[in-house]
């Protein structure tokens, strides 16, 4: 399948050179008609459909979704965004003064902000350990992020893949280290489902959200948390509704007090299957594969135009479908909005505490005329002093 083929099943402004896939995905044109097809469906019924058809259509998305993520489909709620997990979960975990909550210092900035807000309620700790970049080799980064271990390490909370880095973190080793330990593990995979391949069961942690609206491409406001069995019964409802002493409770205390949070609108999550589809029938496996290929191969030369170091290793235990390079800039934003504006390009220039990256995705619909666009206009840039 050619990439102009495959864009051909996108939405997305043909005037746009789309860098960016990695911030918010953007759905083929076959599961946004679902997905208009289920909120047409709403409209014409709504008391039936929220009231009778969601909590059926909701457990097959999960079902979907449970085998395509290898877990237990009880085991996984459907959940709007990351953020909306991240704060269910650390809300919920019991901590005291004094104990710590350790993550590294590539984390995304709205869970960064989530951790310090719970911290800073009962006087706990969140440590982000300073990551030595470049990344060397899984068993460096394991041990650079346990030195931060105390005996009040209370959790470890990890990407999975980075986003302002871009970087495919070694959460199994993270994980078995923890487990040897008795820490619990946290893993905010929300870049993950329909990028690399994730087997919950086999990963094996306590907790894990992941976004589905963005690399499986299922409308916005998909996401999951899921939350190890014999945990769940302590991870309390973020919004408390008529699932909480549910009238009629399901099987499960966690299934109700996570999926009924009042009125809204689910759709978006209820195109899972769909989108599974999607990919089985366009062989994404080839696809992402030769999207990482792209990815790769202009590495070194943005690497070089940048005069910016790479920051791990060029291979799939790192690098997925994006790539992250340090820049230099007098002005982030205005950089971002030159890049939109004027030369049409849709690309994250991101802040990530003193540093700034500039961020490239790649999906099928992507060619190297899309790298090459984006050369092209560093290099102007660079000579407008906009970039250094
Ligand atoms: C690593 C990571 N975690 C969490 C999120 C949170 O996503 P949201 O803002 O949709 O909750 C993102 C969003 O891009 C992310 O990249």
């Known amino acids: ?40 469906e709403m409209e014409r019924d709504p008391v039936q459909f929220i009231t009778v058809r969601v909590a059926q259509y909701l457990k097959k998305s ?9 877990c237990d489909t009880d085991d996984l709620v459907m959940v709007l965004n990351p953020s909306y997990a991240v704060n269910t979960i650390a809300k919920s975990i019991k901590m005291q003064a004094g104990d710590e909550i350790l993550t590294t210092d590539l984390e995304y900035g709205a869970c960064d902000r989530t951790w310090k807000f719970v911290c800073g309620q009962v006087g706990a700790k969140y440590i982000r350990q300073l990551i030595q970049l470049p990344l060397v080799d899984a068993k460096s980064f394991v041990d650079n992020l346990f030195a931060g271990v105390t005996e009040r390490t209370r959790l470890i909370f990890i990407s999975h893949i980075t ?20 820490i619990p593990v946290f893993v905010d995979g929300a870049h993950v489902p329909g990028h690399i391949p994730l087997d919950l069961n086999a990963l ?36 408390v509704s008529w699932g909480y002493e549910a009238l009629f409770p399901s099987h499960s205390t966690f299934l109700d007090w996570h ?52 920051l791990a290793p060029l291979n799939d235990d ?71």
């Open 204 to 239: 094996d942690v306590e907790y894990y959200t992941g976004a589905c609206h963005k690399w499986m491409m299922t409308p916005k406001g998909s996401s999951f948390m899921y939350v190890k069995k014999s945990l769940q019964h302590d991870i309390k409802p973020l919004v």
């Open 318 to 388: 790192f690098i997925g479908q994006m790539l992250s390079i340090g820049i230099k800039t007098p002005d982030p934003e205005r950089l971002y909005r030159t890049f939109v504006d004027e030369y049409k390009i849709e690309i994250p220039v991101m802040r990530h505490d003193d540093k700034v990256y500039l961020r490239y995705s790649i999906n099928g619909f992507n060619t190297a005329e899309d790298l090459e666009v984006l050369m092209a206009a560093i290099k102007d840039l660079k000579m407008k002093g906009i970039l250094l």
């Open 1 to 40: 399948m050619t990439a102009q083929s495959l864009k051909s099943h996108f939405l997305l402004n043909e005037d746009i050179t789309f860098l960016n896939f990695g911030s918010f995905g953007a759905c083929p044109k076959p599961i946004f008609e679902r997905y208009q097809a289920f909120q047409l």
């Open 163 to 182: 986003s302002t880095t871009a970087l495919i973190l070694p959460v199994e080793e993270v994980a078995a280290r923890a487990k040897a330990l008795g």
């Open 259 to 310: 999926s009924l949070n009042g009125t809204r609108d689910y759709t978006a999550s209820l195109c899972i299957a769909d989108a599974i589809d999607f990919m089985e029938t366009h062989d994404w496996t080839n696809v992402a594969r030769q999207s990482r290929e792209l990815v790769k191969s202009y590495a070194h030369t943005f690497s070089e135009l940048l005069a910016s170091p790479l």
């Open 62 to 70: 999960r079902e979907a979704l449970a085998s395509y993520i290898s």
